[in-house]
């Protein structure tokens, strides 16, 4: 029987490292490749900036499942800077900022279920949607800043972030939920 431990133990703090190892590797051998070749394909249309959104609740998923399978406060944004430091170190194109980003991503995906143990421990529809929400805000302010999304006409902004929002609720949230009611259903996990 699976037990997912709101405690940090030995098993708990190799849980999140695994999730955030395997995921910094699906990012980087995964999601980064599809992303450039989507940007790539829209680079003569003008609309290869808000491609820079349709992916980004994709990136924002080590966190979620972090705190999935250890219930506490800090596992999702541990497991989300591991995710990054792993991208960057095999070879991710955004370098450094990776860490940066992850840091950012995992601490304000943690929102929906901070402060409250029972929020952590319950992993709600709720808690889940307003995780992916704030981490929207939380991926999207530093890059508009960043990569000066600023310069570009008001409706690509508009377009960029509504597609980001979407990007996180459909990824980060709907489907990182549906992916943990499988393992509910397949492992039926208690919480201690």
Not at 59 to 80: C, D, K
Not at 145 to 173: C, E, K, N, P, R
């Amino acid at each position: 029987m699976f037990t997912r431990s709101s405690k940090w133990n030995v098993k708990s703090i190799i849980l999140v490292a695994l999730i955030g190892i395997i995921m910094g590797v699906i990012y980087t051998y995964g999601f980064n490749n599809l992303y450039n070749v989507v940007k790539l394909s829209f680079l003569p249309t003008g609309y290869a900036p808000v491609v820079d959104n349709i992916f980004t609740g994709l990136w924002y998923m080590a966190a979620p499942l972090a705190m999935y399978f250890v219930p506490t406060q800090g596992s999702g944004m541990i497991g989300e800077l591991l995710a990054a430091i792993v991208e960057m170190a095999i070879g991710g194109q955004w370098g450094a900022l990776t860490i940066f980003e992850g840091l950012i991503q995992g601490a304000t995906n943690e929102i929906g279920f901070f402060p409250k143990k029972e929020r952590y421990e319950r992993f709600s529809w709720k808690s889940v949607l307003t995780g992916a929400f704030f981490a929207n805000l939380g991926g999207f302010i530093p890059s508009y800043f960043l990569f000066g999304w600023s310069h570009y006409s008001a409706g690509l902004q508009v377009a960029m972030f509504i597609t980001s929002m979407i990007s996180a609720l459909l990824f980060d949230g709907v489907l990182v939920k549906l992916i943990t009611n499988l393992f509910d259903k397949a492992l039926a996990p208690k919480t201690e």
